[in-house]
């Protein structure tokens, strides 16, 4: 018998590629889409493919997470961002281990990002293994800054077929999350009592770019590897250089 399965979508302003997301997630039983107050034609969507819509302000992710996964009833869940989605290899695989009895918590599956002008398969971003087919109950999630981890709750395997992941629309945006993400690193690095400051901003920001570059072999992605390890440095180095930040310039 086929085991039941909803499709978990967090969204905020997601229209560019919320279509896509919600059609590869369509074999689903149910689709939930659990909002934090978009302004632009997320919920517009999310109802046209027929999801159950819930509006929530954004309390980071693991609440915001806690709150989706006690709205679900059935016995497995796919989760996805809202700038990704599944290929007809994933889909098929998914909904094959729906039709097996297994014991297992769940499976990860690889992730295929876009980053300029090509997937890349190299700087550290491919196969990009996530935890996002998963028995209901049997996953717990954590987050460290602004991002966030599904750690499975008991045995896993690996599925084949990608999730397709388009995060950025330009440089321009990923500066801005860079922001975002550099913002939160420091936060999480000044309440784990770490050190920051101009020394230690260029030695990790350097150690990253050649983590990326030379280590995770970027320079085979061809240009897209080099300004990814640039952003890399950058990002790396506003991180450190912030953890020293404790009032906003000209406030006494």
């Not at 090509?118 to 996002?132: C, I, T």
């Not at 395997?157 to 992941?165: P, T, V």
């Not at 440095?233 to 310039?249: L, S």
Request: glycine residues 8%; proline residues 3%.
């Amino acid at each position: 018998m086929r085991e039941t399965v909803t499709g978990l979508v967090l969204t905020y302003n997601g229209e560019r590629l919320l279509e896509n997301c919600l059609k590869s997630l369509d074999f689903c039983d149910e689709i939930l889409v659990v909002d934090s107050e978009s302004t632009d034609r997320t919920r517009q969507i999310a109802e046209e493919f027929g999801a159950r819509i819930i509006i929530n302000p954004w309390p980071g992710p693991v609440a915001q997470f806690a709150l989706a996964l006690s709205e679900i009833q059935t016995d497995w869940v796919v989760s996805l961002d809202q700038d990704e989605y599944l290929t007809d290899e994933l889909r098929h695989n998914i909904i094959d281990k729906l039709s097996e009895d297994v014991s297992l918590a769940g499976y990860y599956t690889p992730r295929s990002s876009f980053y300029f002008n090509r997937f890349m398969k190299h700087s550290g971003w491919y196969p990009d293994y996530l935890f996002r087919f998963f028995r209901h109950g049997k996953m717990q999630v954590t987050a460290s800054g602004a991002h966030y981890h599904f750690t499975p709750l008991g045995e896993t395997a690996q599925l084949r077929g990608d999730i397709l992941h388009y995060p950025y629309e330009s440089f321009e945006q990923h500066m801005d999350k860079i922001n975002y993400y550099a913002e939160e690193g420091a936060k999480s690095l000044r309440e784990k009592g770490k050190k920051g400051g101009l020394s230690a901003g260029i030695l990790h920001a350097t150690m990253k770019f050649i983590k990326l570059y030379f280590l995770k072999a970027g320079f085979l992605d061809g240009k897209a590897g080099f300004y990814n390890a640039m952003a890399g440095y950058y990002y790396t180095f506003q991180k450190y250089i912030r953890v020293e930040e404790t009032n906003k310039w000209g406030t006494p």
